[in-house]
C-alpha cells in the first residue's frame, strides 16, 4: 500500500505536548514482541524488509499532567534484530511543551553481515555475500525535521557483489570494483577505527520507527562507504 503523503505523522511527545486531554500511564511493559518494517522503495523492485524480534520493552512516563512532565518519557527496549543479533535501545523524550529534541543511544551486538541483506540491498545496490558485525553503537537527537548523530561499527571481511539490472547474474566488473572501494573492516589495517556521522531528514508521513531507523541506516552506509563523513570532533 502506497504512503499517502500529504498525511502527517506526529512524533509521540510532541502529540502528548499539545494533547488537551488528561493522560498518565507510569509504565507500559512489552514482552516477547515483534516488529516487521517493509517498504517499496520509489524507483526499486526490491523490497525493503526489517524484523525486529523477542522485543521485550519498559515505557515510563506516558503523560500530559504538569506535574509529570518535567520528566521524560523514556523507553529502553532489549530484542534481536532478523531474529539474532542482540540490540539495546533507549529513548529520552521531553513532555515540557516546546520541547523537541528527542535523544537515542544503543548497541547491536556481534552478527554476520548477511542477515542485513534485506535491509541493505535496497537501499545501498550492493548484495552482502559475507563479513561480520563485531560491535555498533550509537548516539542521536532528533527532532520533528531532522536527526543527527555519531555511529561507530566495528565489522571485518566485508564482501559484496552487484547484480545485472533485472537479472541474477553477477556483473563481474562492478562487483570486483566494489570490493576494491568499500571499506572491508572497522579498524582499518592500520588499526584505526573510523567513527562517522549520522543525518537524515525526516519523512513527516512517516512514523518514528521508519525515522530512527533511516538515521542508522545514514551511519551504515557512512562507515562502508569511501566518501563517508567521518563524525565531527568534539
Do not use: C
Not at 523507553?75 to 534481536?80: D, E, G, R, T
Not at 577505527?193 to 538515521?215: A, C, H, P, S
Not at 562507504?225 to 563524525?231: I, L, M, R, V
Request: a positive charge.
Amino acid at each position: 500500500k502506497p504512503f499517502n503523503k500529504t498525511k502527517y505523522v506526529g512524533l509521540p511527545h510532541i502529540k502528548l505536548q499539545n494533547s488537551s486531554d488528561e493522560i498518565h500511564v507510569p509504565l507500559v511493559s512489552v514482552k516477547n514482541s515483534h516488529l516487521t518494517i517493509e517498504e517499496q522503495l520509489e524507483n526499486k523492485d526490491t523490497l525493503f524488509s526489517l524484523t525486529i524480534n523477542d522485543i521485550d520493552a519498559k515505557i515510563q512516563n506516558i503523560s500530559t499532567i504538569p506535574e509529570f512532565t518535567q520528566n521524560p518519557l523514556t523507553v529502553n527496549i532489549n530484542a534481536k534484530l532478523m531474529n539474532e543479533a542482540p540490540l539495546h535501545v533507549a529513548m529520552n523524550m521531553p513532555l515540557k511543551k516546546g520541547h523537541h529534541t528527542m535523544y537515542f543511544a544503543g548497541e547491536l551486538g556481534q552478527s554476520e553481515f548477511e542477515l542485513y541483506d534485506a535491509a541493505l540491498y535496497p537501499v545501498l545496490g550492493l548484495k552482502i555475500l559475507s563479513g561480520e558485525i563485531d560491535e555498533l553503537q550509537f548516539t542521536a537527537q532528533a527532532n520533528n525535521t531532522s536527526s543527527t548523530g555519531n555511529m561507530t561499527m566495528l565489522y571485518h571481511n566485508l564482501e559484496a557483489t552487484v547484480f545485472k539490472s533485472n537479472s541474477l547474474e553477477k556483473n563481474k566488473f562492478l562487483s570486483w570494483s566494489v570490493n576494491n572501494v568499500v571499506r572491508k573492516s572497522n579498524p582499518n589495517k592500520r588499526g584505526k577505527v573510523k567513527e562517522v556521522e549520522m543525518q537524515f531528514t525526516r519523512d513527516t508521513y512517516k512514523g518514528l520507527g521508519n525515522y530512527i531507523w533511516k538515521t542508522l541506516q545514514s551511519g551504515i552506509v557512512h562507515t562502508i562507504s569511501p566518501t563517508g563523513k567521518d563524525a565531527k570532533k568534539k
